[in-house]
């Protein structure tokens, strides 16, 4: 639906006809709103209409035809099907290549696709994992995973068009369609490399029939069956579930670093360097973790009334209670407990388990959460699938970065492929230091005597 917003400025006594289609306004338009000049020192003043956005609540930034996202009504979607269905009837492979390029693999894409993600794994140098090696085991995954993408960034310049000195992707389908599972291929070899630093293994090269999971897997060597040392199937199928339901968000922080980064121009790798750079923080891929420590905190459901009231005084955080897009519930929590729930009834469970529950018991009762829209998410839940499946806590967050891997290349492909201009990300600053001066000059330090004898006195 089209059409348009009235706005009278009270300011200058102007009035403007703003066009609106699909309710959305393009916020170019508002630049034609001029305020009245403010007189007083220093230049003069942009008097164009600033919108003020904290966070970018409001504002949309791209265009995407890849995960759509309403958090009212609680709806999640992958190129318009819904993220549950698409979890609960396609694998991993398949359910990626929907994202990515907005079709189902045949057969022989598939095997294609498995072949380029292999080729790309086996082929990572081994001066990756001599930098990855050199530092202690104790250092945490993701901090090995950083620094093994760096070597192999550093290992590839033909790939970077700083080095090249000319676009490389913008525009490029040949280019960004043989980048993309290089980039995933690499991405798995690398967290496997970085376990099997921390854990004192000995990294599996990857089978050359193996899925993505399948060999993500098998490299790091967990959810193994013990008769034969390769995944466990019913474990991979458990695991392949959240993959597909965790791998896109659609444009969350660690997405906006990635496509901030792409905007420059920059190689796939690098802006992938920058979406986990800003993942681990504990209000984004972070938040799982500190809820799973939290509850270790905790010990027992018992201690969970007291740790509810100290987050209503302010004097505690929950992480896994909350979210920024989903208000009512979170679309992908009912398949992750009811894969936890299973593997419960099967005996596989962590005993905090029963930790995550009561919180979320006394969320739910509660209505000072219900008064500010704070919910249990996935990160209560999620990380329980992989303790029961016996995968160690340091590995968790690294498989489901690299099932949102395919998230990422969705967008950057969708970025490097858009029809229409090209524009560098340069959000607006909304200024509120001191007003612009050129003759006034920042006042002298003081001297050391006269800071001494004020000391004194």
């Known amino acids: 639906m089209s059409g348009f917003l009235s706005i009278r400025d009270s300011r200058t006594g102007r009035e403007y006809r703003l066009p609106v289609e699909d309710n959305v306004l393009q916020i170019s338009q508002l630049a034609q709103i001029e305020g009245p000049q403010v007189s007083g020192n220093g230049p003069p003043k942009d008097t164009s209409l600033i919108v003020f956005d904290l966070a970018a ?5 791209v265009k995407t035809a890849v995960t ?3 958090g009212k009504t609680s709806i999640l979607a992958y190129r318009g099907y819904p993220a549950e269905q698409v979890a609960q009837q396609y694998s991993y492979e398949e359910a990626s290549h929907l994202l ?3 079709s189902l693999p045949s057969s022989a894409e598939r095997n294609s696709w498995r072949r380029a993600i292999m080729l790309a794994s086996a082929g990572v140098p081994e001066a990756v994992a001599t930098s990855i090696n050199a530092l202690p085991r104790s250092t945490a995954h993701y901090a090995l995973i950083l620094a093994g993408l760096a070597a192999c960034l550093g290992l590839q310049p033909e790939t970077i068009p700083a080095q090249r000195g000319s676009n490389i992707y913008l525009g490029n389908q040949e ?4 980048a993309i599972p290089r980039v995933l291929g690499v991405f798995s070899r690398v967290v496997a490399l970085a376990h099997c630093h921390c854990s004192g293994k000995s990294p599996l090269n990857p089978d050359p029939n193996g899925s993505y999971l399948y060999n993500t897997c098998r490299m790091m060597g967990i959810a193994t069956d013990p008769r034969t040392g390769e995944p466990d199937a019913a474990s991979l199928a458990l695991i392949e579930k959240i993959w597909v339901i965790g791998m896109d968000n659609g444009l969350t922080a660690s997405a906006a670093s990635l496509l901030n980064t792409a905007s420059t121009l920059a190689d796939p790798l690098s802006a992938v360097i ?5 993942a681990y923080g504990i209000l984004h891929f972070g938040a799982a973790e500190s809820a799973y420590r939290t509850m ?12 509810i009231e100290q987050v209503k005084r302010g004097k505690m955080r929950l992480l896994g209670v909350g979210h920024r897009v989903y208000k009512r519930s979170d679309p992908r929590l009912s398949l992750v407990k009811s894969i936890v729930e299973g593997l419960r009834q099967q005996g596989k469970f962590d005993p905090l388990l029963a930790v995550a529950q009561e919180i979320e018991r006394c969320v739910a009762a509660d209505p ?10 996935i990160d209560l839940y999620w990380m329980f699938i992989y303790t029961a499946l016996d995968i160690p806590l340091g590995a968790i967050l690294p498989l489901f970065i690299t099932s949102r891997m395919a998230g990422y290349m969705a967008h950057w492909r969708e970025t490097m492929l858009s029809k229409g201009s090209h ?20 006042a002298p330090p003081e001297d050391e005597h006269k800071r001494s004898t004020k000391a004194m006195l």
Not at 57 to 61: H, K, L
């Open 57 to 61: 609540e409001r504002t949309a930034t």
């Open 175 to 178: 280019a960004v369609d043989a």
């Open 296 to 307: 270790q905190r905790l010990g027992s459901p018992d201690k969970v009334p007291a740790a």
């Open 100 to 102: 990515i390029f907005d």
């Open 368 to 377: 000072w959460f219900a008064q500010r829209q704070l919910v249990v998410n």
């Open 423 to 442: 524009k560098i990300w340069r959000p607006r600053a909304l200024y509120v230091g001191r007003p612009v001066d050129g003759d006034s000059r920042p």
């Open 68 to 70: 759509y996202i309403d």
């Open 274 to 278: 920058s979406s986990l750079a800003s």
